[in-house]
């Protein structure tokens, strides 16, 4: 079975920084591009960022572009999504996801930016 898990969401200040992972299984990355969503409180689902198979090409949402950064380790598996110059309005639970609608996704990890 297709299995994503995400991890390295916390508690952190405005200005911090966290480093997310997707550990997948079921599936082999390397042939599909990977993304990663966000959803805030009451919010819908917003995509955030998206690499190609091989990793050479990413885009970013208007929102955190400049300050996250999404690359993939074909060989363990793993697609990341670094997270810098946090801001309230980050706060939400971060989804990976193998579809560009998000519908295969994790269960997600909670970022909450505050001080």
């Known amino acids: 079975a297709v299995q994503l898990v995400e991890s390295g969401g916390g508690l952190v200040q405005p200005g911090g920084s966290l480093r997310l992972s997707c550990t997948v299984s079921g599936f082999t990355i390397s042939g599909d591009w990977m993304y990663w969503f966000r959803q805030a409180p009451g919010k819908g689902l917003e995509r955030v960022s998206s690499i190609s198979r091989g990793g050479g090409v990413t885009w970013y949402a208007d929102s955190v572009k400049g300050r996250f950064t999404i690359s993939r380790d074909n060989a363990k598996n793993t697609l990341y999504l670094q997270l810098n110059s946090l801001k309230t309005e980050d706060t939400a639970m971060y989804y990976c996801?193998?579809?560009?609608?998000?519908?295969?996704r994790g269960q997600g990890t909670q970022v909450t930016v505050s001080s």
């Open positions: 996801a193998k579809d560009s609608q998000g519908f295969q």
